[in-house]
């Protein structure tokens, strides 16, 4: 299983962002996908996540209004579209999968990404 992780990059406050994630290796249809992301120094946190048929979503209150996560099962991609974002949001975001219903824990995924680095300066 390869989750690719793109779309990161330095930008400024206010500005917004599209993050993918290219799934193989999985019947993408059948798993949850999330993503997830991490500060320096800080943990692994919940960010949003999206049931397999894309009927239901869960975000972490930090980004709801904010972040909308969405899916292609044609095309194995999971997105991340961020909009206002903020220095807090600076991140590594990471994409995961697992093969049940909709989780915002870290350890219920199966499957992660390597990760897209996304910088907000002020």
């Known amino acids: 299983v390869q989750l690719q992780a793109s779309g990161g990059g330095l930008v400024q406050a206010g500005g917004s962002l599209r993050l993918s994630c290219a799934a193989s290796?999985?019947?993408?249809?059948?798993?949850?996908m999330g993503w997830f992301r991490q500060a320096p120094g800080k943990e692994r946190e919940f960010v949003a996540a999206i049931s397999w048929s894309g009927g239901s979503t869960s975000y972490a209150d930090s980004v709801k209004g904010r972040f909308t996560i969405s899916r292609d099962n044609a095309k194995n991609t999971v997105y991340l579209q961020i909009t206002s974002l903020k220095p807090e949001d600076t991140a590594v975001y990471y994409c995961?999968?697992?093969?049940?219903?909709?989780?915002?824990?870290?350890?219920?995924?199966?499957?992660w990404g390597q990760g897209t680095e996304v910088t907000v300066s002020s």
């Open positions: 995961a999968a697992r093969a049940l219903a909709v989780s915002t824990y870290v350890n219920r995924y199966d499957y």
């Open positions: 290796g999985l019947t993408f249809s059948r798993y949850v």
